[in-house]
């Protein structure tokens, strides 16, 4: 009796101040079976002690596991609570009965490998814990009398029961695995009599290995970031639809693969407000009133698989790769950023054709769209580059004998190419821009239609109403025309009543090198930096340049004065006040200029040129900044016609003028 009260009194004043929490904390004592008393000391300070625990029957004692491997053959049974800090190992056998199991840090396991269910009133994980409940492999179910929190991740793959409450909080992680999650009844990984509540701040992650599941109605209509990853043949299906907040991800079910797997929509949609991460063969499907939603301000390019859904919308100014075809039954909703498809196909309609709405957003690609036998609707095929939209249309005044797909794509390139000369109801077509628009048809043949082409920003275009549309086979080695021109809008080039043999192939826009041009070059009060991008008749500086109040300079290693103007290279010249000058003539053919060893001054032809876009023969042999000069030097992003500008180069070479792509 006396030691008992002296070892009581001594544990009283050596750490009053942790009794007053009423717990007693043990903590273990090496890789130890947990059911053997000596194997836990006390330890109400940090520092271990050599007092074990009576027993387990105390309600107020706490068991703290840090990172020890628990090898039990017997069931644990602790009156009070189990609070681990690291994790816990050895998963297979461990089970238990507690009053309260709280994982504060670290992952802890839980696949009991036999019939027994482990018992707790309360489980609880911290923000930086994880808990595995079970595998796909084995495991049972865990019983929650009281509530279980959720602060941290909880990975589950059997069913947890009880009569308690569920939390899944705001920055927590739910990971369920072949069972959807559900707000009552038997079904899904939580099966909690009591509430079950899933916060819209939370994560959710839904493993399948085999067979199809359901997300299950618990899953909110706006979640903190969703994952869905699929074995190989297994699906999982949308119970309903859901805004993800933060990243949308898709992959294999524990890195493995995914062939031949679906994420099933059904009629619901998924809506993702930031990135999207979807890797492996999965396909995303769903019927016509299923959609497929991107939305936000994320800039970044992502990557999407295989998808035949009912609509899509593309509203991010961002850019999304293909790396499968993607089909949309139903309507297609371009507001902003780019789809590059690639080698694969973007296409809108399956039976029938589909609806398509265009605001800034393009395809840069590969597009194409089912064309009917009955309406006459116009179809846009909303392609381009990544600076200009290059959008066709195609409006059938009678309709096809029989319907299919017209699949068209744009191939952006520089410069110009002569060709044999057409004769266009007058006017001689003897030059195409290389820029054309590949159209192909699937099944439709016949019918009468009219096409538009958009040359908005193509090198060498500054009057789109001198230019005719012409088209050729799909080699591009023989011209022809069909159809009638018919003067468009700004820069839309028209042709109407294409029918019969020749209606399809590449479509390009064609003119007259010998066409008189008109360019408009604003200059300065005082000295300016200029360039003749036209080759006019008169070529003198004085003729281009009558106001000019000096003689006209070039350069090469030095000043000197010129009376005739070169194309493609920069001179001097003063003006008494800002002005405008006109200058005609014809087109320059051709998109190169000669550069010598050290400053030259160059000029631009008669379109814009963007700097980043310039290339040389041989490589890099710039060295210099492109330097304007507008009251004093400025470093263009663009080059514009009718300025001059600075170039330095380390030898003797060819700068090549590509137009903006």
């Known amino acids: 009796m006396f030691s008992y009260r002296l070892i009581s009194i001594l544990l009283v004043l050596l750490f009053s101040q942790r009794f007053y929490t009423q717990i007693i904390y043990y903590s273990m004592n090496g890789s130890t079976n947990p059911n053997n008393l000596n194997n836990w000391t006390q330890d109400p300070s940090g520092s271990t002690l050599i007092f074990p625990p009576t027993s387990f029957n105390n309600e107020g004692d706490a068991f703290i596991i840090d990172g020890e491997t628990m090898s039990l053959t017997a069931i644990w049974i602790v009156a009070g609570e189990i609070r681990v800090y690291g994790s816990l190992q ?47 492999y084995g495991g049972n179910s865990i019983q929650v009398d009281s509530s279980c929190i959720v602060d941290g991740s909880l990975v589950i793959a059997h069913p947890m029961i009880g009569t308690g409450n569920f939390y899944l909080n705001s920055g927590g992680t739910l990971q369920t695995i072949n069972r959807e999650i559900s707000t009552s009844g ?15 701040q939370a994560n959710y992650k839904y493993i399948s290995s085999v067979g199809t599941y359901t997300t299950g109605n618990g899953l909110p209509d706006s979640v903190a970031s969703l994952t869905i990853d699929n074995a190989e043949n297994s699906n999982t299906s949308l119970t309903s639809s859901v805004v993800v907040v933060g990243k949308f991800k898709s992959g294999g079910a524990w890195g493995g693969s995914n062939d031949n797997s679906y994420i099933l ?57 293909m790396r499968r075809n993607v089909t949309v039954s139903n309507s297609l909703t371009l507001l902003r950023g780019l789809i590059r498809t690639g080698n694969y196909v973007l296409q809108l309609g399956i039976s029938s054709e589909g609806n398509i709405q265009q605001s800034e957003g393009r395809i840069i690609g590969n597009y194409a769209t089912v064309k009917d036998n009955i309406n006459t609707n116009p179809l846009l095929f909303p392609v381009g580059t990544g600076e200009f939209n290059r959008f066709l249309t195609i409006t059938y005044t009678t309709p096809p004998t029989t319907s299919g797909l017209i699949k068209v794509s744009h191939k952006d390139s520089i410069g110009t190419s002569s060709i044999q000369a057409l004769n266009d ?65 700004g820069t839309i080039i028209k042709r109407n009543n294409l029918s019969g043999p020749n209606t399809f192939g590449r479509y390009y826009a064609g003119g007259d090198s010998d066409y008189v041009h008109t360019a408009l070059i604003s ?139």
Not at 186 to 200: A, E, L
Not at 628 to 645: A, N, R, V
Request: glycine letters at 10%.
């Open 90 to 136: 050895n998963p297979d056998w461990y089970r238990y009965q507690a009053k309260a199991l709280s994982i504060y840090t670290g992952t802890s396991y839980m696949h009991q490998t036999s019939s027994n269910t482990s018992e707790v009133e309360k489980l609880f994980i911290g923000p930086s814990g994880q808990l595995y409940l079970g595998n796909a």
């Open 186 to 200: 038997n079904t899904g990984n939580i099966r909690v009599s009591g509430i079950r509540q899933y916060s819209k």
């Open 265 to 321: 929509l059904n009629s619901n949609s998924i809506t993702c407000l930031d990135s999207i991460y979807i890797t492996g063969n999965v396909s995303i499907t769903g019927d016509d009133q299923s959609a497929f939603i991107l939305k936000g301000d994320d800039p970044a390019t992502y990557s999407i698989r295989a998808m035949t859904i009912g609509n899509f919308t593309m509203d991010r100014d961002a850019e999304i790769i």
């Open 425 to 489: 109801s007058g006017f001689i077509i003897n030059f195409v821009l290389n820029q054309y628009w590949e159209v192909t048809p699937i099944l439709v043949s016949g019918g009468v239609f009219n096409v538009t082409i958009d040359v908005d920003g193509q090198n060498a275009v500054p009057d789109p109403s001198v230019l005719r549309m012409v088209l050729s086979d799909y080699s591009g080695t023989q011209y022809f025309l069909n159809g009638s021109h018919s003067n468009g809008i």
């Open 523 to 661: 200059l300065n009060n005082g000295w300016n930096l200029l360039s003749v991008p036209l080759a006019a008749s008169d070529m003198t500086g004085n003729t281009l340049f009558p106001t000019a109040i000096s003689p006209f300079y070039a350069y090469n290693a030095g000043y000197n004065l010129v009376t005739t103007l070169e194309n493609g290279k920069g001179y001097w010249a003063k003006f008494d006040a800002s002005q405008s000058a006109t200058i005609t003539g014809n087109y320059v053919t051709g998109n190169e200029v000669s550069v010598v060893q050290g400053w030259n001054l160059i000029g631009p032809f008669a379109y814009d040129v963007v700097v980043s876009g310039i290339t040389t023969v041989p490589p890099n042999i710039l060295s210099s900044p492109f330097y304007g000069y507008e009251g004093g030097y400025i470093i263009p992003t663009t080059l514009l016609p009718g300025k001059g500008y600075w170039i330095k180069a380390n030898q003797n070479g060819v700068i090549q003028l590509n137009a903006i792509q």
